[in-house]
């Protein structure tokens, strides 16, 4: 179990790093999806199309936080008693970062335009809460 547990978190680890990227470059596209519109009144459809991109990116990293939130949990009753704080460490980085990507969520969400997107989020964020 602890070997399998570590080899979820490793990849975790690494897709959330990548996150980091992939959230900078989504805020920049929405960016310039909003110069664009100052521009052009065709471009509200980029504008929608790159927040969608920013919404998905944290949603993304909440879900994985609470995958390493379940993933601690779990590991508590088979760790060394002295690696418990490493735990109650953890999880609570988790739980801020849930929290951090919901609340990046729904301020994105209030700008976007396409009901259906933003239903399907809602429902994949309130899973998270």
Do not use: C, H, W
């Not at 879900?63 to 009753?77: F, Q």
């Amino acid at each position: 179990e602890l070997t399998e547990a570590i080899s979820r978190l490793s990849l975790l680890r690494e897709e959330l790093k990548a996150s980091i990227d992939a959230d900078a470059e989504s805020y920049n596209s929405v960016m310039a999806a909003y110069k664009k519109s100052r521009e052009s009144a065709s471009a509200d459809g980029l504008i929608d199309s790159a927040l969608k991109q920013a919404t998905s990116v944290p949603l993304g990293v909440a879900e994985r936080a609470r995958e390493v939130l379940t993933i601690s949990a779990s590991l508590g009753p088979i760790t060394n008693p002295n690696m418990k704080s490493d735990l109650t460490t953890a999880s609570a980085l988790a739980r801020a970062a849930i929290e951090g990507g919901l609340a990046n969520v729904d301020i994105n969400m209030e700008s976007l335009k396409d009901a259906e997107f933003v239903a399907k989020v809602r429902r994949r964020a309130g899973a998270l809460k």
